[in-house]
């Protein structure tokens, strides 16, 4: 089961000094989905990241049960992270030259030897799922769509908790992005993850169990 | 532990230099890189920026090069003027430059010097500890060949049984160094003088070739051999022989007459032992009228010289090493800046920060070491082709042949920057994951 989410006091302040967040409170019970919605630039991806434990937030507390981020060094965050979070960006970030395969199970490479082979077979097995069969092609020339659900194959492949996705079916069409909607909910529900989705997708919001929405770095409860 | 280190035979302390430098090279790679498998992304990386990374390899390649090529390049000089030396056991002249002689007799690099007259050649050729006592003559060419007169004796010396033909049988006659552009058989005028002060046609004597000497690494394969008299003659002097009536058989050889004897620049010396060439040497080093030398020992003078420039050449190689390690080091980060968004990218991904130091480090190290064996590779080329050039312009046999000097050389080179290349790589372990995730 994925842990639950407490925030408070979160402030995030741009190196120029300007508020980019500002959530006095913000709770997701262990297992559960939220949607976040809003306006570009209103703070989306930045809140993702930091949950992520990807910022240094100017003040606030951020916890995962009892593990406050918030508290830890970056060392800690990324060794949390590696055990309990995966993560969709929303402009993909994969390793160009690699196939899809590689992508998908590029935790691999540096996971304990133990854990190596079960990943790398995770994630060809959501690739399969997610209707990518070439996944030794280098991913430079895939589609848009293609990348996204190479992204989601690689969120999917370790054995992560908590599923961050940002914008996760906006380079897809109407029926590809419900079918990818499908399989991460799939997940999600099979193995307890708590998930946060940022998205303007109505269809994906409306399967969230909470929907939650961000204006100027503000949260509308909804 | 110093005089156990000088008990050990030469190639084995070289090896064992070779392994102290190669061994902390292999912890480093194994401390930053054991349990994890960064080369999947080093191959994608190296591939992404494959023509910045080509350019690195080559700015390595050719600083590395230039050491490797000037290193080789000098011990190839020394080899090959001590192996053109190693028929000289001993050379008694004139009093003057035992470096101009040395040029002279040995490099057949023509200078004016005095002469040794006929009386102080007989005391020379007729000392019971010497075994061949060659008098030479220079001062003629043929198309840039040097024409020297000899006895056949040192012809012997020089080139054992001669590789083709035979020894002169008249002043007319004449034997080849294997360079030389000319076969048995084919008659040849030399021209009086050397280089540009030749006379064309003032001998007004034609030579022919009878047969042509072993190669002996030496200034001496582009050399023409003639009978000693023959030069005197058609200088218009006395041929060592007193003239006797109706006498039409040319004479060769000693005992020459020291009333006849014109003189000779240098003699050079074969004594019976290394014992007796001592002897000799000092015998006619104290005499008034001449001088007597090893050309071993001037070389070795000389290499003391060449010695100290060569470290101060090796200074400057290590300077330029330095500099050339320091824009590696820039260019390493350069290049790390490429990367920097897929490092940081791994972070995101939960990569411990080892793992994104094996991946920069590994990185480093491979264009590091392929640039210091293309190095070898373009230091081994520019070795043979300048010692083709020196070969070519002096007839010294220079061969080119990288040493365990280069080696240690490029070893310390790759250590020093794949050490110098941990830098990069914290510096990108610095950088904030955030801004580098959204640039
Ligand atoms: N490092 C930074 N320095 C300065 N401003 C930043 C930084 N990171 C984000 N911002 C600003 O913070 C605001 C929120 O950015 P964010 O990416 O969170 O928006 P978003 O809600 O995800 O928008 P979109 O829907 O377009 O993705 C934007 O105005 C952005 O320019
Ligand atoms: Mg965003």
């Given at each position: 089961?994925?842990?639950?989410?407490?925030?408070?006091?979160?402030?995030?302040?741009?190196?120029?000094?300007?508020?980019?967040?500002?959530?006095?409170?913000?709770?997701?019970?262990?297992?559960?989905?939220?949607?976040?919605?809003?306006?570009?630039?209103?703070?989306?991806?930045?809140?993702?990241?930091?949950?992520?434990?990807?910022?240094?937030?100017?003040?606030?507390?951020?916890?995962?049960?009892?593990?406050?981020?918030?508290?830890?060094?970056?060392?800690?965050?990324?060794?949390?992270?590696?055990?309990?979070?995966?993560?969709?960006?929303?402009?993909?970030?994969?390793?160009?030259?690699?196939?899809?395969?590689?992508?998908?199970?590029?935790?691999?490479?540096?996971?304990?030897?133990?854990?190596?082979?079960?990943?790398?077979?995770?994630?060809?097995?959501?690739?399969?799922?997610?209707?990518?069969s070439d996944v030794s092609r280098p991913v430079a020339s895939f589609s848009g769509g293609e990348r996204q659900r190479v992204a989601a194959a690689r969120a999917l492949a370790g054995e992560a908790t908590i599923l961050l996705a940002d914008e996760p079916t906006a380079s897809l069409h109407r029926e590809a992005a419900d079918a990818l909607t499908d399989d991460l909910l799939d997940q999600v529900a099979a193995r307890g993850m708590t998930m946060v989705v940022v998205s303007h997708d109505a269809a994906l919001l409306n399967r969230m169990d909470s929907v939650v929405e961000i204006t100027d770095g503000r949260i509308n409860h909804g | 532990m110093v005089d156990l280190w000088h008990s050990l035979s030469a190639p084995l302390q070289d090896s064992l230099l070779l392994i102290a430098l190669l061994a902390?090279?292999?912890?480093?790679?194994?401390?930053?890189?054991?349990?994890?498998?960064?080369?999947?992304?080093?191959?994608?990386?190296?591939?992404?920026?494959?023509?910045?990374?080509?350019?690195?390899?080559?700015?390595?390649?050719?600083?590395?090069?230039?050491?490797?090529?000037?290193?080789?390049?000098?011990?190839?000089?020394?080899?090959?003027?001590?192996?053109?030396?190693?028929?000289?056991?001993?050379?008694?002249?004139?009093?003057?430059?035992?470096?101009?002689?040395?040029?002279?007799?040995?490099?057949?690099?023509?200078?004016?010097?005095?002469?040794?007259?006929?009386?102080?050649?007989?005391?020379?050729?007729?000392?019971?500890?010497?075994?061949?006592?060659?008098?030479?003559?220079?001062?003629?060419?043929?198309?840039?060949?040097?024409?020297?007169?000899?006895?056949?004796?040192?012809?012997?010396?020089?080139?054992?049984?001669?590789?083709?033909?035979?020894?002169?049988?008249?002043?007319?006659?004449?034997?080849i160094g294997a360079d030389v552009p000319l076969s048995i058989g084919?008659?040849?005028?030399?021209?009086?003088?050397?280089?540009?002060?030749?006379?064309?046609?003032?001998?007004?004597?034609?030579?022919?070739?009878?047969?042509?000497?072993?190669?002996?690494?030496?200034?001496?394969?582009?050399?023409?051999?003639?009978?000693?008299?023959?030069?005197?003659?058609?200088?218009?002097?006395?041929?060592?022989?007193?003239?006797?009536?109706?006498?039409?058989?040319?004479?060769?050889?000693?005992?020459?007459?020291?009333?006849?004897?014109?003189?000779?620049?240098?003699?050079?010396?074969?004594?019976?032992?290394?014992?007796?060439?001592?002897?000799?040497?000092?015998?006619?080093?104290?005499?008034?009228e001449t001088m007597a030398f090893f050309p071993g020992a001037v070389l070795a003078g000389l290499y003391n010289v060449m010695g100290d420039v060569r470290q101060a050449m090796s200074l400057m190689a290590s300077v330029t090493q330095i500099l050339v390690a320091a824009s590696v080091l820039m260019g390493l980060f350069i290049l790390s800046q490429l990367f920097q968004r897929q490092m940081a990218l791994l972070q995101a991904l939960g990569a411990p920060r080892r793992f994104v130091l094996s991946v920069v480090w590994l990185y480093a190290t491979v264009l590091t070491i392929a640039g210091a064996l293309f190095g070898l590779v373009v230091g081994f080329v520019s070795a043979l082709v300048l010692s083709e050039v020196v070969s070519d312009r002096t007839g010294i046999n220079v061969t080119a042949q990288i040493g365990w000097g280069e080696v240690h050389l490029i070893a310390a080179f790759v250590l020093g920057v794949s050490v110098l290349s941990l830098v990069p790589g914290i510096a990108v372990l610095r950088r904030d994951i955030a801004t580098s995730l959204r640039s």
């Open positions: 089961m994925g842990p639950a989410l407490s925030i408070s006091d979160l402030r995030v302040t741009s190196p120029s000094g300007r508020s980019l967040l500002d959530v006095s409170s913000l709770n997701l019970p262990a297992g559960k989905t939220m949607g976040i919605a809003g306006p570009s630039g209103a703070g989306k991806s930045t809140l993702l990241f930091a949950v992520a434990g990807l910022i240094v937030p100017t003040a606030g507390r951020i916890a995962w049960d009892d593990t406050v981020i918030t508290d830890m060094r970056q060392r800690a965050r990324t060794a949390f992270r590696r055990r309990s979070v995966g993560m969709i960006f929303q402009d993909f970030l994969l390793f160009d030259e690699l196939g899809a395969a590689a992508n998908a199970g590029v935790s691999a490479l540096f996971q304990p030897a133990a854990k190596r082979v079960a990943l790398q077979e995770t994630a060809e097995t959501h690739l399969n799922s997610f209707g990518l | 902390p090279l292999g912890l480093l790679g194994w401390i930053t890189i054991a349990g994890f498998s960064p080369l999947p992304l080093v191959r994608a990386i190296l591939w992404r920026f494959r023509w910045a990374n080509a350019l690195f390899v080559s700015l390595i390649a050719v600083s590395v090069g230039l050491g490797v090529g000037i290193l080789a390049q000098e011990r190839g000089l020394r080899v090959g003027t001590a192996t053109a030396a190693d028929k000289f056991d001993l050379i008694i002249a004139a009093p003057g430059s035992e470096l101009t002689m040395l040029m002279a007799a040995v490099y057949l690099q023509p200078s004016n010097v005095g002469l040794v007259d006929g009386q102080v050649y007989t005391r020379i050729a007729e000392d019971p500890l010497v075994d061949l006592a060659a008098p030479l003559a220079f001062g003629d060419s043929y198309k840039g060949a040097p024409v020297i007169g000899t006895i056949s004796e040192f012809v012997a010396h020089l080139s054992g049984t001669l590789a083709e033909g035979e020894i002169w049988q008249t002043y007319d006659h004449a034997v084919e008659k040849f005028e030399p021209a009086h003088g050397f280089g540009f002060a030749v006379q064309e046609g003032v001998h007004g004597h034609q030579l022919t070739v009878m047969g042509v000497m072993q190669p002996t690494g030496s200034p001496w394969d582009r050399a023409i051999l003639v009978p000693i008299e023959a030069v005197w003659e058609t200088h218009g002097m006395f041929t060592g022989h007193a003239p006797e009536d109706n006498d039409h058989t040319d004479r060769f050889g000693p005992p020459f007459d020291a009333d006849f004897f014109p003189g000779t620049p240098a003699v050079v010396v074969r004594a019976q032992s290394l014992a007796a060439a001592y002897t000799l040497q000092s015998t006619f080093a104290r005499d008034g």
